[in-house]
């Protein structure tokens, strides 16, 4: 194995080691919430707020990271994906309203079911964001050495 290769191997499980570690913390702070916006969670129940008012759209950064992780052994198309997903991803940071995943409970009750202000990204975010880049920058060294298609 040379050289290069050994660097693409250290970013792509360094790419998947910051995922998992994002899980352990929190991604952002509303004025409700604080820190209890970990990651599993946010991965686990975000997906139901992809089509919803606000940054819930974000959510889908992370199916386009697991495929760019899935379809390593196709450089073009793993640094395509991981692309979309860190672009997608950083659209968060401009982002000022979410719909929490808690806030409106079951569909018999009236509650309100409106936007929060956010208040914060936090380090559950950034180590998610920086996830995508690492995957990216680590193809693009890859496709700068080795061509597209390998």
């Given at each position: 194995?040379?050289?290069?290769?050994?660097?693409?191997?250290?970013?792509?499980?360094?790419?998947?080691?910051?995922?998992?570690?994002?899980?352990?913390?929190?991604g952002?702070?509303?004025?409700?919430?604080?820190?209890?916006?970990?990651?599993?969670?946010?991965?686990?129940?975000?997906?139901?707020?992809?089509?919803?008012?606000?940054?819930?759209?974000?959510?889908?950064?992370?199916p386009?990271?697991?495929?760019?992780?899935?379809?390593?052994?196709?450089?073009?198309?793993?640094?395509?994906?991981?692309?979309?997903?860190?672009?997608?991803?950083?659209?968060?940071?401009?982002?000022?309203?979410?719909?929490?995943?808690?806030?409106?409970?079951?569909?018999?009750?009236?509650?309100?079911?409106?936007?929060?202000?956010?208040?914060?990204?936090?380090s559950?975010?950034?180590?998610?964001?920086?996830?995508?880049?690492?995957?990216?920058?680590?193809?693009?060294?890859?496709?700068?050495?080795?061509?597209?298609?390998?």
């Amino acid at each position: 194995m040379n050289k290069k290769e050994i660097v693409f191997k250290l970013t792509f499980w360094l790419s998947i080691l910051l995922y998992i570690i994002s899980l352990c913390f929190s991604g952002y702070s509303t004025p409700n919430s604080n820190e209890d916006n970990l990651g599993y969670l946010l991965v686990l129940f975000g997906w139901s707020e992809v089509f919803t008012e606000g940054a819930g759209y974000v959510w889908l950064a992370n199916p386009l990271l697991w495929y760019s992780w899935i379809t390593i052994r196709n450089t073009y198309r793993s640094f395509l994906f991981g692309s979309l997903s860190m672009v997608l991803a950083s659209t968060f940071m401009f982002s000022n309203k979410i719909m929490p995943i808690e806030t409106c409970g079951s569909w018999l009750e009236s509650m309100d079911c409106s936007p929060v202000f956010i208040i914060s990204k936090n380090s559950g975010y950034y180590l998610w964001l920086f996830s995508s880049i690492i995957i990216t920058a680590g193809n693009l060294h890859r496709m700068k050495f080795n061509g597209a298609g390998k």
